[in-house]
């Protein structure tokens, strides 16, 4: 079964497109990253695919179901590329996770038990559970995206969006980030899409990928469509695709 | 010099007393979400836009509380409105709103013949005036306002965070930010007559502020602002009383003394 379909998505800002006619599908349980130069329409497809923005033309399919925003039937997960909060936000880890955990609403001075042991166990799951009382503005930047990886398996999600997530992460950082993530798909049978700009991540961590520059160049697996032709096209003349020998698919 | 329990044995002193205690705890309560969403000047386009409330119920003869109220809220779901539909910035439209309304209230009051005393309350603020009936719709406000604020405490605080990201985790944001500025219009106009027009930002701002200087989870942000804001309250309005200043700038002005302390213990 199709995670995510998407049909000729297309979205305008003052006549203009920043995406055209994407049309791509993903399958469940897989990992798929999208690349593509700076001003490619990245963030603005993903934003698009989560109603974020609003798409001028297309469809977007969830699990079967047409999806215009995130509502409580269809969970899903959502690491932004640049967190944009205020970073001297009095907040701790634990308070953060405790917004996104149901229901909606809460009564203070109540013990809530069942809050506490979720987001006990989802620290412990990203390998944070010596986070928890430590304020959000004092957390290094890989420490951050592996509690934002926890927040966005709040609501048990089927499927996860990560737009760059690792960018401004130390190299140590972005192995424990995408080791996580390979994780989760095989023991949660998450789906992922991720928006990378590291060629070796794709090569190392995804099943499929889509290459665009506001349209879709090319779309499968990392080996079979990003041809040196293909990568030059996207990145420019000065680009070239270096296979390495260690591959790490399941 | 009178002892405090001849002070408190006037019903005037009581009431203005009880009047403090609420407005101490409500306003900073509030006025964390709005410091939090850096919407300090969206509190001052409001207290302005009363002022056009005012001088509109002065001119029809209407009840001034409720004048203010209503035109507080158009005011404030016009700014939440224009805000989301066009591409102005949102300080663009507080600012507009911001002018608009001190301009039309001004313009309203040059059309009124003879002396208003009652403007002048709302303007400058007059704790020891405070009536029943004052009292009782404050009670009704801070219990509403804070309950609201509480018990939908997660979306509130989702959308403060990031908004995009409680839009993806299926909070109504549009709703709820709604929701936030109508209880930010309301509590700001109920506050009018205790701290006066120009002061009453002071109150949601300074204290929360304070908090946010030593707080490092939201428990203690709420917690301190709404300590910082009693203590204002109580401090200032006795200060008032003993050196027979204005209650609304006394309050205001230990509220900044308690900022100022804690900017200090910040840097420590």
């Given at each position: 079964m199709n995670a995510l379909s998407v049909e000729n998505l297309c979205v305008k800002v003052d006549n203009r497109h920043l995406i055209e006619n994407i049309t791509f599908s993903v399958e469940e349980g897989s990992i798929i990253a999208i690349i593509g130069p700076n001003g490619a329409g990245k963030t603005t497809l993903i934003k698009a695919i989560l109603g974020l923005i609003p798409y001028e033309c297309g469809s977007v399919m969830l699990f079967g179901h047409p999806f215009k925003h995130a509502n409580s039937h269809i969970a899903v997960g959502y690491v932004p590329q640049r967190l944009e909060y205020d970073r001297t936000f009095p907040l701790t880890v634990s308070e953060l996770l405790g917004f996104t955990v149901p229901p909606i609403y809460s009564f203070p001075f109540l013990e809530r038990k069942k809050e506490k042991n979720l987001i006990k166990d989802l620290l412990e799951i990203v390998g944070a559970k010596e986070l928890s009382n430590r304020n959000i503005g004092s957390l290094s930047g890989g420490e951050l995206?592996?509690?934002?990886?926890?927040?966005?398996?709040?609501?048990?999600?089927?499927?996860?969006f990560l737009d760059e997530p690792a960018s401004g992460v130390?190299?140590?950082?972005?192995?424990?980030?995408?080791?996580?993530?390979?994780?989760l798909r095989k023991e949660k049978g998450l789906t992922v899409i991720l928006i990378s700009h590291d060629l070796n991540v794709v090569y190392r961590f995804a099943d499929n990928v889509i290459c665009m520059n506001r349209k879709l160049i090319c779309s499968g697996k990392p080996e079979e469509a990003l041809t040196d032709d293909v990568i030059k096209s996207v990145y420019g003349e000065m680009m070239g695709a270096y296979i390495h020998s260690c591959h790490e698919h399941d | 010099m009178n002892t405090i329990s001849e002070f408190l044995s006037y019903p005037f002193i009581q009431r203005a007393l009880l009047a403090s205690l609420m407005v101490g705890i409500l306003c900073p309560f509030v006025g964390n979400f709005a410091v939090l969403r850096r919407m300090s000047f969206f509190s001052d386009a409001i207290s302005h836009s009363a002022f056009a409330g005012i001088a509109v119920g002065a001119l029809l003869g209407l009840d001034l509380s409720l004048s203010s109220i209503a035109v507080s809220i158009i005011i404030a779901l016009l700014i939440a409105f224009l805000s989301e539909?066009?591409?102005l910035s949102n300080d663009t439209v507080i600012g507009i709103a911001f002018s608009g309304t001190i301009a039309a209230g001004m313009l309203i009051i040059g059309m009124l013949k003879g002396y208003k005393p009652d403007i002048f309350t709302f303007l400058f603020g007059d704790i020891l005036a405070i009536s029943h009936i004052d009292l009782l719709l404050l009670f009704a406000i801070t219990i509403l306002s804070i309950a609201t604020l509480l018990i939908f405490s997660k979306p509130f605080l989702q959308i403060t965070f990031n908004r995009e990201l409680a839009k993806v985790e299926g909070v109504n944001v549009r709703l709820f930010e709604y929701l936030?500025?109508?209880i930010i219009a309301i509590v700001v106009t109920v506050s009018l007559k205790i701290i006066g027009m120009i002061l009453v930002t002071s109150l949601l701002i300074v204290p929360a502020a304070a908090a946010k200087n030593l707080a490092s989870?939201?428990?203690?942000?709420?917690?301190?602002?709404?300590?910082?804001?009693?203590?204002?309250?109580?401090?200032?309005?006795?200060?008032?009383?003993?050196?027979?200043?204005?209650?609304?700038?006394?309050?205001?002005?230990?509220?900044?003394?308690?900022?100022?302390?804690?900017l200090f213990k910040r840097r420590a």
């Open positions: 995206q592996r509690i934002m990886i926890a927040k966005a398996l709040v609501n048990n999600p089927k499927i996860l130390d190299i140590e950082g972005q192995e424990r980030f995408y080791d996580l993530v390979k994780r | 539909k066009t591409s936030l500025f109508l989870s939201m428990k203690q942000l709420f917690g301190l602002s709404c300590a910082f804001g009693l203590i204002s309250g109580l401090i200032g309005l006795m200060a008032s009383v003993y050196l027979n200043t204005s209650s609304g700038p006394t309050i205001v002005l230990v509220s900044i003394g308690i900022f100022f302390l804690t």
